[in-house]
């Protein structure tokens, strides 16, 4: 079994706000009696990511989730509580720490605008002192598995948004690191250039056991890439498990598409919802609450009772769930 890289313990992290007041008045007042409010960002979070595990970090707008990861980057500090990532204590061993790890940002580009890919990576390897055997063999082996070849020696600022993030997340992996933190790593990047990016993250965690982190609103990004989920909100843990944990446990609402030999099937099964797929009557779209309904009684009455060209069970869209929870349509337990 793999070992904990990232151990968090009850970490808290709460922020001086400066209040303004209104008007004129307000205004004066500030300068001679400033008031202040105090806003907890982080408020006790616990969790441990071992080794080589792909973890998405989510939650809505203001939930804590972008203090939590700059405080495990080291850019920020927590008032309380402890972090160790890889042995280190981010914020007190900073210069050490940053050679651990790598950071994609997908708003903000780590190479030079006027510099081709090639030529920036050539300055990270003087950065990072990266050995000559392993700068050739990362750079090889990611130009090819992101397809970079036909732009690696043009300028960046000629290169299409998807180029420039592949650019990107190639350069932040050159110095091999055991952790990376993935911000919204595909956003803007159309659908072809999403998949090359996640096909080379999913390939890169297995060949290199790399730990990694996403914080993303792309829940296709967490899905395609991570088994595991913590969500945050209000400073606090909702959740932390399976993508599949979720679905099982927090929705109860389940969806069957059934194609029939006859359009004319009259359906007599109580508790559930029964509608035309694709205003076709041979297709149904029959949806009911698991948890008043068994699914395998809902099957067994299909099949035995109708003639059932075609039958499959729809698994509820990770992101409506997502959104039921950030929301509060659905309480976590």
Known sequence: MSQTIIDVRNICKTFKIHKRGTGFKGAVSNVFHPRYEYKKAVNDISFNIREGEMVGFIGPNGAGKSTTVKMLSGILYPDSGSINVAGYIPHRQRKQYVANIGVVFGQKSQISWDLSPLDSYELIRH?????????????????????????INQPVRQLSLGQRMRADIAASLLHSPKIVFFDEPTIGIDVVGKDKIRKFIKTLNQTDNITMIFTTHDMQDIEKTC???????????????????????????????????????EFDIPNVTISDANNSKMKKIISFDAE??????????????HSVRDISIKEPEIDAIIRDIYEGRIVMR
Do not use: A, C
């Open 127 to 151: 950065i990072y002192k990266i050995p000559p055997t392993l700068y050739k063999q990362n750079l090889e082996r990611f130009t090819e598995l992101l397809d970079m070849g036909g732009f």
């Open 227 to 265: 088994d595991r989920l913590i969500i945050i909100d209000d400073g606090k843990k909702l959740y932390d498990g399976s993508l599949e944990g979720v679905k099982r446990n927090y929705v109860s609402s389940r969806i069957i598409e059934v194609e029939l030999e006859d359009s004319h099937t």
């Open 292 to 305: 008043k309904v068994s699914i395998n009684y809902v099957m067994s009455e299909l099949i035995n009772n």
